[in-house]
């Protein structure tokens, strides 16, 4: 079964259950990531924030404040299910929409053995596919360049700001920070282009730790 089984295009609008798309992702997610994947009801808001973009949905992210236009950008508490929710959502996007994960942590350490042309590789828009989720925007750990201290990941967001701009090339973020957080790390260059790049998406600050 596929998600487009379940949601009815009818003059280009999506009609769909909700319940239904709930259901499916469960079923979904226990085949990714076994039986005990389950959505918590408390988190049926950022679901269904998340599938009225996946299917375009015009009038619900409307409500949301969200556009189909830009990426996502999800934050929450430690292990409230990002990543797991990303590497779904993954599973469920038109072609067209693709994207890999890719966590930062991974990308400062590529940066430690390459140097500057990681910067460069993750700012091209030849690769394939296009779209990037970040994983884990903000735990990556502080980078210097001959002596020089520099935001690795920082620049990367600058990079793909232009390349959304230019291109409409889409990047995602799973973080634990939140907007203020992130202009700590970042600095206010990258604040000031989240919303315009992202659909900011939040879990309730109290969501539980999936992992206990
Ligand atoms: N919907 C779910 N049902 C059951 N278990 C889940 C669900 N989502 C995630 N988990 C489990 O909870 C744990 C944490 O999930 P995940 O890594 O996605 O969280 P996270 O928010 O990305 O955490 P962190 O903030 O540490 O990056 C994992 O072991 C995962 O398998
Ligand atoms: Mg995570």
Redesign the pocket.
Known sequence: MNLSDIINYTDGIPHYDLKNIIQYLEYK?KHK?GA????SPHDYEIIFQIISWIVNDQKACEKYGMSYRKGILLS?P????????MKLVATLVPKNRAYIMKPTREITMEFSKRGYDIVNQYSRSVRSPKAICFD?LGVEPPMRYFGDRINVIGEILLSRYDLFISKQILTHA?T?LNTQEIEIRYGSRVRSRLREMFNLISFSPDAED??R
Not at 36 to 39: S, Y
């Open positions: 997610g990531f005990h994947f389950r959505i929450g430690v292990g409230c299910g990002k990543t797991s929710l884990d799973t634990n999936k992992r």
